[in-house]
C-alpha cells in the first residue's frame, strides 16, 4: 500500500512538479484537481461549461462541486494503493470531507506537505511559467526548461501559457490563497500531519528534501494505521 498525500503551497510554489516526482517515487497516481478541471473546460464537458469563468478568473470553485468530483475520483480503483492530491482540499469544509471520505474506507492521511515559497518568487515564476497540453508537465526558465527550447521533454508538444497565469488572475488566486487555504496548514499541523519543505530553491534540492522528510513520515504513519 503507497502513502496518501496532500500538497498544500501557494499557486506557484511547485505542487504540481514536486507531486509528479513524489507519485513515480511512490508508485501512485498524482490527482491534480485543477487539472481535471481544466480538461473539463477543454473538452466542454457540463463540468467545464460550469466552471470555466471561475477558473479563468482565478477564484475558486464551489465547495459542492469540489467535493462531489473528488469522492466519485477517490472511488476510482487507481488510488486504492495510495495518491498523491495536488490542489485538494482549498477549504476547510474541503479538508473536513477529505478526512470524512476516507474515514468511510477506514484510511486517513499519511502527511500533508506544505511547500513554502515567498509570494514574489511564485508570481514571477507563474508569469514564466508554460504547460505542456498533452502531459500536462510544467516548465519553467528558472531551474525547470525543456531540453528543447518551447516543446515537452515527454512528448514534443507545444508549450502553451495557461489562461489563468496573466497578472491579473495571478493576483487573485495568491489573495484566495491567503484568505481561504492558508488555514489548512493550521487544520494539517493541529493534527500532527504536517511537514513543512522550504519551496523557493531548484526542482531537484526541494525534491530531495522531500523524500527525505517524507519517507520517514509515511513510514511512521503506515505503522500508525
Ligand atoms: P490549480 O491547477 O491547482 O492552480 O487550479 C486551477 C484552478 O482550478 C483554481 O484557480 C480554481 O479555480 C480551480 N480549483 C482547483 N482545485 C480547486 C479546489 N480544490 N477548490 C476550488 N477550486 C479549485
Redesign the pocket.
Known sequence: MGPRIVLLGV?GAG??TQGRRLGERYGVPLV????I??EAVTARTPLGLR?QE??EQ??????EI?IDL?AERMSRADVRAGFVL??????LP?AAALDRLLGERDLGLHVAVYLSAPVEVVAARLATRLECPVCRRTYNPTGAEPARAGLCDNDGAALVARK?DDPVSVHQ?ID?YFRETEVLRDYYRGSGRLVEVDGDRDPDTVFAALAAALDGAVAAGRNGR
Do not use: Y
Not at 32 to 35: I, S, V
Not at 86 to 91: E, I, K, N, Q, S
Open positions: 499557486p505542487k504540481g491534480g484537481t485543477g487539472e478541471l481544466r466552471v471561475r477558473l482565478g477564484l475558486l470553485v464551489s465547495d469540489m473528488v495536488d490542489g485538494f482540499p482549498r477549504t474541503q489563468d488566486r484566495v
